[in-house]
C-alpha cells in the first residue's frame, strides 16, 4: 500500500472511542454523533429538517470541527462546496441536493435558475445553487483542516488544487462588491451576511417593495415557531431582492440594498491572512496578501468604527447619506478609544457618520480576529461587549446577537437577539488573539456548557441559554468539538510575509474541488482529550 492509500485509509478508519457502558456519553462523542446524523456521504447539512441542502459558511466552520473526527471528511467537506464555484469567483451560499423535493426549502432551486439567470457570471451547469453569497470562513477552515493533518493534506495536494480557488473568490469580493469605492466588501442581501434579519438590515430594507405574500410559499415556518422566525414583511422584502438580483443575471451594483459589513469584512481580512499562510506552506510568498490585509484593517476602521457606539458599524451605501459618504477621509483613531501605552490621543471627529447605520449587532464585535486591530480600539470593543450592550460575563450568558437595550430586541426572534454558537467561537477567538484570555475562557466554557446542555441547538434565549430553533445543529456540535480540543491563538505570533503569484484556475482533480477563505493570523494547536481511536442556513 502506498503512502496515499495509507493517510487516507487511516483518516477514515478513525471511529468514535464510545464511552464505558453505563456512564452518559461525552460532549465530544454527542457531537461527533450529529456530525455523523448530519453527513450525507459528500457534505454535512446545518439541519436534516430545516436546512436539508450544504450551506457555504456553514460547512467551513463544520469542518473546523470535523477535522478532530476526520482530516479527510473535513477536506471534502470543502471540496464537495467548491465543485459549485461560479466562473467569476463567487462562492454560492447554497448548493442544492437534487434528492431534496423542491417544496422542502424555499428560495428553492427553481427560483435562484442559477442554470440559466447566472449563465453570464459562470454558473455551472450540472449544479443547481443560490446566486447570491455568504461569509469568506472557508480559508480559515481550509488552512486549519491542513494543520490538522499536513501528512493527508501535502499527499492529497489539498492546499495545491484549493489555493487557486480561494484566490478567485477573494478577487471577486475585493473587484466585484466593492460597490463603495472605500476598498470593503459590500453585501448585497441580507441573507449573504448570514445573520439574515438584523435589525441593522431595517433601514435599508425598508426602502425595498416586498414581493407579494400569494408569490412565495415559507418552508421554514414548517419547522420553527412563526414568533422566532423573521416577519412576514420581511422575508417578502428578502425574496424581491433576489428576484430582482436573478432577473438582473446576477450582476453586481445594481440593487436597492448595498452594505458594507463588519463581520464579512473582517472575515475576508482574516482569509487573506490564511491565503498569506497556504502561500508559504506552498513554497510561495504571503507578503502582498498580508499587505492587503492590512490595508483593509485600516479601511475597516476608517469606514465602519464608530467612536460613539464603542464598536463597528454597517454603512448604507444605498441611503441618502451615501452621496456624502466620507469613505477613508476618516481618522482611523477616533474619540471614545482611550490611548494606551504607544498611541497617540486620537484627533477629535466633529460629527457622527449619517451612512453608518445607528445599531449596535455582533457583526460590530467580529473584527476582534484581526491582529492589526489598534489596541485602543481592542479596548473600546472589550468594554462593549462586557458592557450594557451585550454583558459579557455579567448579564447574559453567550453574546447576544444584537443590542439588549436596543428597541428591536428580542430574545427568541432569529438574529434579533438569540446567541449564537459560531459568532461565541469568533469572538472567542479574537479575545484570545489579543490575550484577554480571562474573558475568552469563560466564553468557551458557556459556549460548551450551553451546547450540550441544549442538545446542539441552533442558536439560544442570551439571557436563559433556553435553546431555540432547530436541534442537533451541526456548526454548534462542530464549533464545540473545536472549543474542547482547545485551540488559542498567540497575540504575539507574527503574520507571514511575502506574497504569492501562483496563477490561473487549475482545476481540482478526484470529482470534488476545494475551499474558501479565512484564518486568524495568530493560533496554534493544543489537543485534549480527543476521545477517538487510531488516526482518522441556512
Known sequence: MDRTAQLVTSSTER?????????????????????????????????????????SWDSAFIAIGLRHLSPLRAQTELETLLTAQWGDGRIPHIVFNPSVPLDAYFPSPDFWRSSTAGRTAGAPRTVQTSGIVQPPVHALAAWLVHRSDPGLSRSRGFLARVYPRLAAWHRYLLHRRDLGGGGLASVVHPWEQGMDNSPAWDLPLSR????????????????????????????????????????????????????????FNALLIASEHALARIADELGATGTARHARAERLTQALVERLWDPASGMFLCRDLRGPAAVGDRGPAFPAHRPDARPTAGHEAPAPHPAPDPGLIPERGVSGLVPLLLPGLPRDIVTALLRTATGPHFGLGSTTRLLPSYDLLGEAFDAHRYWRGPAWFNTAWLVERGLRIHGERRHADALRESALELAAATDFAEYVDPYTGEGCGATGFSWTAALALDLLHGETALPGEAALSGDTTLTGDAPLTGGMAATHGTTLTNSTTVTADMGFKGGNRR
Open 15 to 55: 471511529s468514535i472511542a464510545y464511552d464505558p457502558p453505563g456512564s452518559p456519553p461525552s460532549l465530544h462523542a454527542r457531537a461527533a454523533r450529529v456530525l455523523e446524523a448530519n453527513w450525507t456521504g459528500a457534505s454535512t447539512v446545518p439541519s436534516r429538517g430545516l436546512y436539508p441542502h450544504q450551506w
Open 208 to 263: 425595498v417593495t416586498p414581493a407579494p405574500a400569494r408569490s412565495f410559499r415559507r418552508a421554514d415556518l414548517d419547522h420553527g415557531a412563526a414568533e422566532d422566525r423573521p416577519t412576514d414583511l420581511d422575508y417578502g422584502r428578502y425574496v424581491r431582492l433576489a428576484a430582482d438580483y436573478r432577473d438582473a443575471g446576477y450582476a453586481d451594483g445594481t440593487g436597492e440594498f448595498a452594505v458594507e459589513d463588519p463581520a
